[in-house]
């Protein structure tokens, strides 16, 4: 069983930047592919950014790309996100996954098998 727990979100201000983190333990975290979702209130959660296996191939979703960077640490078994120029409505709960199978599309939350508990970030104008 894998167990992910984000650290590093809080309230700042727009134009700020954050750094969230996802420690992974019991598994073999180079086995799978990562990836932060976040859901405001009142809305579905959504895909954020992804990164492969080996760390060689990152995806973002429009409304991130240009802001924030996904990486991962495979010495730390953790995978950061960094996010720049934030805005208000990046307001929400972040959550780190794991992806165990290698089919099924890479935003689906639907093809994730592990996820954190969240981390609160919230952007005030």
């Known amino acids: 069983q894998v167990q992910l727990v984000e650290s590093g979100g809080g309230l700042v201000q727009a134009g700020d930047s954050l750094r969230l983190s996802c420690a992974a333990s019991g598994g073999t975290f180079s086995n799978y592919r990562m990836g932060w979702f976040r859901q405001a209130p009142g809305k579905e959660r959504e895909f954020v950014a992804t990164?492969?296996?080996?760390?060689?191939?990152?995806v973002y979703s429009d409304s991130v790309k240009g802001r924030f960077t996904i990486s991962r640490d495979k010495a730390k078994n953790t995978v950061v996100l960094q996010m720049n120029s934030l805005k208000p409505e990046d307001t929400a709960v972040y959550y780190c996954?794991?992806?165990?199978?290698?089919?099924?599309?890479?935003?689906?939350?639907?093809?994730?098998?592990?996820w954190g508990q969240g981390t609160q970030v919230t952007v005030s104008s």
């Open positions: 990164i492969n296996r080996s760390g060689g191939n990152t």
């Open positions: 996954a794991a992806k165990v199978r290698s089919s099924g599309w890479y935003s689906d939350i639907r093809t994730y098998d592990y």
